[in-house]
């Protein structure tokens, strides 16, 4: 059974820094990414780490506040997100990517169940 679970969530102040975890189990992937839902949004696509190269991909929204890494030993995912903005409050999914484009959530079958972040003024 494949499953992946997110951990880590919390409510921080704006300017705090929050590291998420997404422990993958039953099969490995090629890529996993990271993706979130604020309250009347849609999916919005956060960023993506390729396994074999390491080579992770950000959201124009995040990049250079939040970092993808993964522990393939662990087999496991991370999202260190710095600098929390009041806009970063959302549940955040980490997702297993099967096929098509990194940013798109049609390209990734398997999903947590979501972390919430709250980030507070």
């Known amino acids: 059974q494949v499953q992946l679970v997110e951990s880590g969530g919390g409510l921080v102040q704006a300017g705090d820094s929050l590291r998420l975890s997404c422990t993958i189990s039953?099969?490995?992937?090629?890529?996993t990414g990271w993706f979130r839902q604020a309250p009347g949004k849609l999916r919005e696509w956060v960023g993506a780490?390729?396994?074999?190269?390491?080579?992770?991909y950000y959201a124009d929204s995040v990049k250079g506040r939040f970092t993808i890494s993964k522990d393939s030993a662990k087999n496991m995912m991370y999202l260190q997100m710095n600098d929390l903005k009041l806009d970063d409050t959302a549940v955040y999914y980490c997702?297993?990517?099967?096929?098509?484009?990194?940013?798109?959530?049609?390209?990734?079958?398997?999903w947590g169940q979501g972390a919430q972040v709250t980030v507070s003024s």
């Open positions: 997702a297993g990517h099967i096929s098509g484009g990194l940013h798109m959530a049609a390209g990734y079958v398997y």
């Open positions: 039953g099969r490995t992937f090629t890529a």
């Open positions: 780490i390729t396994w074999s190269a390491g080579t992770a």
